[in-house]
């Protein structure tokens, strides 16, 4: 793999789209639930699947890190800053690419913001279809990430495979 400088137009509004979009909808989806329920309140969408449930959360993933919030806030400003830049200087050409590294760095912006903001996170979103697998309750930028992570493994799987038979068919190519 090449690092260029170089993102192409196309691919750069792509990638500030996503960004921008998974901002938003993380912020507004949080300022909905803030400005109409109560700390602690629940809604049931679907009774005992999936409710509205306001909550807060000081720490990481699922409330761990609580107590080192600083550490936690400048190991994100560092992974947001290395993933925007290599939306920047990696050139490629999967759109899958330029749209799951933004949705990673947006939902992490988007958790930034509360951070900042509130000093805590607001999740919502509560899936208790599976109770003793699943009792976490998160929020969109969480879940963008989460989709981000999954979209981009999806990209490294079919990268190898593109490499692979490229090598097959010709293996005196070097790498």
């Known amino acids: 793999m090449k ?3 170089g993102i192409t137009k196309r691919n750069a509004i792509i990638s500030a789209s996503v960004v921008l979009v998974t901002v938003l909808v993380d912020f507004f989806t949080k300022l909905a639930v803030m400005n109409n329920m109560q700390v602690g309140e629940s809604i049931p969408l679907i009774k005992d699947v999936l409710h509205l449930t306001y909550i807060t959360n000081d720490g990481a993933a699922f409330g761990s890190l609580s107590e080192h919030r600083w550490l936690f806030m400048s190991v994100s400003v560092i992974l947001i800053v290395f993933l925007t830049c290599a939306m920047i200087f990696w050139e490629k050409t999967s ?3 330029y749209v799951s590294l933004p949705m990673i760095v947006g939902g992490g912006i988007g958790n930034m913001i509360d951070r900042i903001a509130y000093g805590e996170v607001v ?8 109770p003793s697998l699943w009792k976490w309750i998160f929020n969109g930028a969480d879940s963008f990430i989460t989709v981000g992570v999954g979209m981009m493994i999806l990209w490294f799987i079919l990268e190898e495979v593109k490499n692979a038979k490229q090598k097959k068919q010709n293996p005196d190519d070097k790498p």
């Open 95 to 97: 759109p899958l690419f």
């Open 123 to 130: 999740d919502f979103i509560d899936f208790r279809a599976f």
């Open 3 to 5: 690092i260029k400088p």
